[in-house]
């Protein structure tokens, strides 16, 4: 049988950008919409952005996290560490204990509209772990153990999500 289970990240962030947290947690972009049925049979994709009435992909993980949203979206955090990053997005929420001893909840707000892929495959087709092996764990410790090349793994999965801010009800 396979299991599924979901978790709600504990991460450390900001409201402030600085060297300890650099990572943006972005909010849902105002260009950012969903699709007709006849946009998503031209496009495959469900969401996007329409450029002069006409649907487009919207921008990739690779080119969100490389600065294309800067100014264009609101940031609501500021995140430590980029792996802890990609496993709230992957999970659609987490919990940010703020610099300052509060505390946001943050939750699924929207996506890009590109496919989520699972990054784990990568690592299997490259040699480095075997399937029967392949967890959430091995995946996360690799990218811990290997931070320069982990950017580049994560940015085989080109779905980006977006977040809003939750009420904490249990701090």
Aim: charged content about 20%.
């Amino acid at each position: 049988g396979l299991f599924t289970g979901y978790y709600e990240p504990l991460l450390q962030g900001s409201l402030t950008k600085s060297a300890a947290y650099p990572v943006p947690v972005y909010a849902k972009p105002s260009d950012l919409v969903a699709f007709t049925e006849e946009e998503v049979a031209a496009t495959g994709l469900s969401y996007g952005r329409r450029i002069n009435g006409k649907a487009h992909a919207y921008d990739t993980r690779q080119t969100i996290e490389e600065g294309s949203l800067v100014g264009k979206a609101e940031v609501i955090c500021w995140l430590s560490d980029w792996v802890d990053t990609f496993f709230m997005h992957v999970q659609g929420q987490g919990r940010v204990h703020l610099n300052d001893g509060t505390s946001i909840r943050l939750s699924y707000a929207g996506k890009t509209g590109h496919p989520y892929s699972g990054i784990g495959h990568v690592l299997v087709e490259r040699g480095i772990a075997p399937l029967e092996k392949m967890s959430m764990q091995v995946l996360r410790n690799w990218m811990s153990a290997h931070p320069n090349e982990s950017r580049e793994l994560m940015w085989h999965n080109r779905s980006y999500i977006f977040f809003q801010r939750a009420n904490v009800s249990d701090e």
